[in-house]
């Protein structure tokens, strides 16, 4: 009985990440139609990456680029008949400016070439990974981890909505091994370069901060004052200061009661306040309960609270590895919109955790563990990422 005991416990979790790779396939397998689809021209539209061609399109022809996506699109034939978003971009004015080449193009050729250069991403993302894995990994398991990430539900949205969190990955992934290894000017100026383009991963910057790591701080300030500056002088500080003010807000409270927006921000509006009327053909759930004094306790208590709590989290671990990657998660459940295809940011926490358990022998219960959160966080949830964020401190404290 012992001796089928330990071979159980040898084999079961050395055939987790197979699992897991055979159930990415087959889901991949069966949206391949679905993503197929959405390239049609009667689809082109729905894409969230509208959203960024017509802030393009709209600094080179000198037009508000913070108008409702609809007004904006009706400043060029191509687009003029897309029945598009209602709000104006959720996109920050450097990227606005980071993209404008994009707006030479027309509307189809750019999202067939951001479709190009989001595969190019997602594949040197997962050779990143690989090489920072190392030779500990066999190549048949490096082939089950690459494809693994590659047909996870993530890049699968991520490539049918054409959004941004391919290229960020990247980003992300040079500034993690820049800081890993303590070159704070690299690690910090690309940090800056990723805040300018998206607003998240701020809670790296307090965390540096925090460690008083002067240098990354400094660089990533620099690079997000000059991104402004010159966003500013391309569309005008006024623009730049209606998306902070207005522009950027709205679209926080357009989706604050999304079903499929996975931000603690959404907790306060889900259980406590009105639902609202159903926008752009979304469904929204009624208010648990409704109080208005709860909603706004929770909805600034709540992701203040686990900001706070992860830091200090991150700040006693004993690996830098593992404190980035908690403050990655928590990036995600504080942004105030987030949907299922940012997860693709969250590979770098999985990565981490996958390579701790195999440091660690793999040991059974942790490593089924692992497998479940990676197939519950390829589907999305809240849960899911705070439990990633529990397995990350669990495995840092485990000694060697």
Not at 25 to 50: E, P, Q, T
Not at 108 to 135: D, E, H, R
Not at 252 to 281: C, H, K, M
Not at 324 to 333: H, K, N, Q, R
Request: aromatic residues 12%; proline residues 6%.
């Amino acid at each position: 009985m012992k001796a089928k005991t330990s071979t159980l416990s040898y084999y079961l979790p050395r055939l987790v990440f197979p699992v897991m790779l055979l159930l990415n396939l087959a889901n991949f397998a069966s949206k391949i139609k679905w993503l197929s689809l959405s390239f049609a021209d009667s689809k082109l539209c729905s894409r969230d990456f509208i959203s960024v061609y017509l802030l393009a399109k709209s600094v080179l022809a000198g037009i508000t680029p913070y108008l409702p996506l609809r007004e904006l699109a009706a400043h060029w034939p191509d687009v003029a008949g897309c029945n598009t978003f209602i709000h104006p971009s959720p996109h920050p004015p450097a990227l606005a400016v980071f993209f404008a080449p994009v707006g030479l193009l027309t509307y189809k050729s750019a999202v067939f070439l951001w479709l190009g250069l989001q595969m190019a991403c997602l594949t040197f993302a997962v050779c990143l990974l690989l090489k920072w894995w190392g030779n500990a990994l066999a190549p048949w398991r490096k082939f089950v981890v690459g494809a693994g990430f590659l047909s996870a539900g993530p890049v699968i949205y991520e490539l049918r909505a054409g959004q941004l969190n391919s290229l960020l990955l990247v980003l992300l992934l040079l500034s993690w091994f820049s800081l890993r290894k303590e070159k704070d000017l690299i690690g910090g100026a690309l940090l800056g370069v990723i805040v300018s383009l998206k607003l998240m991963i701020w809670p790296v910057i307090i965390y540096l901060l925090l460690r008083r790591r002067w240098v990354a701080l400094v660089a990533a300030g620099l690079v997000i004052t000059v991104t402004h500056a010159i966003a500013a002088l391309a569309i005008s500080a006024s623009s730049v200061i209606n998306y902070y003010l207005k522009a950027g807000p709205s679209v926080a409270q357009f989706y604050r009661t999304d079903p499929q927006n996975i931000s603690v921000w959404t907790l306060g509006w889900r259980l406590f306040g009105q639902s609202g009327e159903p926008a752009a053909g979304r469904t929204f759930y009624p208010a648990l309960w409704e109080a208005p004094f709860l909603v706004e306790l929770t909805t600034y208590a709540v992701p203040a609270a686990l900001t706070a709590i992860v830091l200090a989290v991150a700040l006693r671990a004993r690996s830098f590895d593992t404190a980035f990657a908690e403050l990655i998660c928590v990036s995600l459940l504080v942004n105030p919109v987030a949907w299922y295809h940012y997860l693709v940011i969250a590979f770098i926490p999985v990565a981490i955790a996958a390579r701790r358990l195999q440091q660690l022998g793999l040991p059974t219960g942790l490593t089924l563990l692992g497998g479940a959160l990676f197939l519950i966080q390829t589907r999305g949830g809240v849960l899911s990422l705070i439990g990633l964020i529990w397995l990350l401190w669990k495995l840092d404290r485990i000694e060697t």
